[in-house]
C-alpha cells in the first residue's frame, strides 16, 4: 500500500473510531512487517499469515527495541493498552482493506495473550524488583 493511500485509510478509521492514536496504527503497520521479515528463512523466503499472537509478540518485541523503557507510556499514549487493542486495530485495518485476513481470523485471537503492561516494564525493572513482581499474589500490586 502506498504511503498516501495508507494515511488517507487511516484517517477514514480515525473518523469512525477514534480510540486509537494515528500514530499507533503506523507503528502497528511497522511491526507486522517487524514480524513477516522473522518468518522469510523459514518460509523459503516467502511471506506467509501471521496469526493474532505472534503478531502481538512482534508488537511487543518491536515496541521494546524502537522506544526501550518509553514503550510504556506511549502504547498508553496512543490509547493501546491491552492485547485486545491490537487486535481491535488489526480489524479495523482489516475493515478498511489495509490488512488481509485468513477466514480463521478473530478479534479473540488477541484477548490476553500476554499482560500487556508487564511485557514493556518488567524488561526495564532491577532484577530484585522482577522476582518481587513474580512473587506477589495475584490482585495486588
Known amino acids: 500500500m502506498q504511503p498516501i493511500q495508507f494515511e488517507e485509510s487511516v484517517a477514514a478509521i480515525l473518523c469512525k473510531d477514534s480510540r486509537y492514536d494515528g500514530q499507533a496504527f503506523l507503528f502497528l503497520k511497522d511491526s507486522l512487517d517487524f514480524t513477516l521479515k522473522r518468518f522469510l528463512g523459514e518460509n523459503g523466503g516467502q511471506p506467509r499469515h501471521v496469526s493474532g499472537k505472534e503478531l502481538l509478540e512482534g508488537f511487543r518485541d518491536h515496541a521494546l527495541e524502537q522506544y526501550g523503557p518509553m514503550a510504556a507510556t506511549l502504547m498508553d499514549e496512543w490509547g493501546v493498552k491491552e492485547c485486545r487493542d491490537v487486535g481491535n486495530m488489526v480489524f479495523l485495518m482489516i475493515e478498511e482493506q489495509i490488512f488481509g485476513k ?5 478479534p479473540e485471537d488477541f ?3 500476554f499482560d500487556f503492561r508487564k511485557a514493556f516494564r518488567e524488561p526495564f525493572l532491577p532484577s530484585g524488583k ?3 513482581v513474580k512473587a506477589r499474589p495475584a490482585g495486588r500490586r
Not at 485468513?102 to 478473530?106: H, I, P
Request: net charge neutral; hydrophobic share 25%.
Open 102 to 106: 485468513q477466514e480463521s481470523d478473530r
Open 111 to 113: 484477548d490476553k495473550v
Open 130 to 132: 522482577k522476582a518481587a
